[in-house]
C-alpha cells in the first residue's frame, strides 16, 4: 500500500451470493437495465451492448428475450448478461469501495486483496448441480451464445468466463479467462498458449501423456472474473484471493468428471479435457478482442471436448464484449 494513502481502512468486503445476488444488487444501484424486447445472438446483441456501455458510462445489460431461445424452445438457457464490470462504479462495488472511489483507489484496493487469502470450502452440493447432461445429450448450442462481432469466427461462449485448470504436481487450480468458442455441440475450440498459466499446465499433463482435465465455469459473483482476469500470483490459487475479496470463503463443489473444483452457486459449467493430439484440433478464430483488434487468423486450435455439462435451473449466460471496438 502506497504511504500516506491506505484504503484498506475503508474496504467493506461482501459477498453477493452468486450471479443472482449481484445482479439484484446492481438493479437496486441503478446499474442495470433489463431488455425485454426480442433481439437476435447472431450481431444484434452485441451491437445493442456496445451502443449502451457507450464511453464507460452505461448499465449492465440483462436480455430476457432471444431469438430462437424463448420459452417453447427446446433449450437450456434463455438470458445473457453482460457489462457486470464495463465501469468504474460496478468496479468498485466489486472491491467493496464507494461507487464514487478514485481509479487510484481501485488500483490500491486491488494490491492490498492481493496479498490476502482466504481459502475457500468444499461443500456436498450446490445449485449448480440442479442439472446434469452427458452424452448425446450434451448440445452446446441450446445456450443463447452470441456472435458479438460481425467478423467474429463463431459463437465466442468463452468470454467472461472462469477457465479452471490444476497443476497434476501440487493440486493448485488456476482461474483465467481464455477466449473460446462453439465447434460442434459437444466441442469448444480454444485460443491455448503455452505462456498462461493453464498452458504450463497442459504442458505437465502432456509431459505425462495425459489429457488436461478442465472445467469452464460461467456466472458467478463479480470477484470470480475479477480475480481470473488479475495478475493473481503464480502458484496462488484464485478461490483464495476471491474468498478474501468478497469476506468469507469461497464454497466449491467437485465436478462430476474430474477432480477440479468450482463455484456450487455458478450458473452453469462446462467440462472436459483438452488432448495434446493435433487430430482433435478445430477451427478457431479470429475474434474481436479488447484491444481493439481482430486477433488471431483462423486455425487449427486446441479443443475441450465436452464431457459433461452442469447447470442451474433456468441459468443465465454470462458473455462480454467490455474493451475498444474491433476494427479491420
Known amino acids: 500500500m502506497e504511504a500516506g494513502h491506505d484504503v484498506s481502512n475503508r474496504l467493506v468486503p461482501r459477498a453477493f451470493g452468486d450471479l443472482r445476488g449481484w445482479i439484484e444488487e446492481l438493479e437496486r444501484e441503478g446499474e442495470l437495465h433489463t431488455i425485454d424486447a426480442e433481439v437476435d445472438w447472431d450481431c444484434e446483441l452485441g451491437t445493442i451492448a456496445r451502443k449502451a456501455f457507450g464511453n464507460g458510462d452505461g448499465p449492465a445489460l440483462r436480455f430476457r428475450n432471444i431469438k430462437g431461445y424463448g420459452p417453447d424452445d427446446d433449450v437450456w438457457c434463455r438470458e445473457v448478461f453482460t457489462?457486470?464490470?464495463?465501469?468504474?462504479?460496478?468496479?468498485a462495488m466489486t472491491l467493496g469501495l464507494p461507487k464514487d472511489a478514485s481509479v487510484r483507489d481501485l488500483v490500491l484496493a486491488t494490491r492490498h486483496y492481493m496479498q490476502?487469502?482466504?481459502?475457500?470450502?468444499?461443500?456436498a452440493n450446490g445449485k449448480v448441480k440442479q442439472n446434469i447432461h452427458r452424452g448425446d445429450d450434451i448440445d452446446l448450442n441450446k445456450i443463447p451464445v452470441p456472435r458479438w462481432h460481425r467478423e467474429d469466427g463463431g459463437r465466442y461462449i468463452n468470454t467472461y468466463q472462469a477457465t479452471v485448470t490444476m497443476d497434476p504436481d501440487t493440486g493448485v487450480h488456476n482461474l483465467g479467462i481464455y477466449r473460446g468458442m462453439i465447434g460442434q455441440k459437444d466441442t469448444l475450440p480454444v485460443l491455448l498458449w503455452r505462456a498462461q498459466n493453464w498452458g504450463v499446465h497442459f504442458q505437465k499433463w502432456e509431459e505425462r501423456g495425459q489429457k488436461m482435465p478442465v472445467a469452464h465455469v460461467y456466472g458467478w459473483e463479480p470477484a470470480m472474473a475479477f480475480c481470473a482476469s488479475a495478475p493473481v500470483p503464480t502458484g496462488v490459487c484464485e478461490y483464495d484471493v476471491m474468498g478474501a475479496m468478497r469476506g468469507e470463503p469461497v464454497p466449491l463443489v467437485k465436478c462430476e468428471t474430474s477432480d477440479l473444483m468450482v463455484p456450487a452457486d455458478a450458473e452453469m459449467v462446462i467440462e472436459g479435457f483438452i488432448d495434446s493430439d493435433p487430430e482433435t484440433?478445430?477451427?478457431?478464430?479470429p475474434f474481436g478482442e479488447y484491444t481493439g483488434y481482430f486477433g488471431g487468423d483462423q486455425g487449427a486450435k486446441h479443443v475441450t471436448k465436452v464431457l459433461c455439462v452442469t447447470h442451474r435451473d433456468d441459468p443465465i449466460h454470462r458473455g462480454t464484449l467490455e474493451g475498444t471496438l474491433p476494427k479491420m
Open 83 to 91: 457489462g457486470g464490470m464495463s465501469n468504474y462504479s460496478r468496479v
Open 116 to 123: 490476502l487469502r482466504t481459502p475457500p470450502v468444499e461443500v
Open 281 to 285: 484440433f478445430e477451427m478457431e478464430g
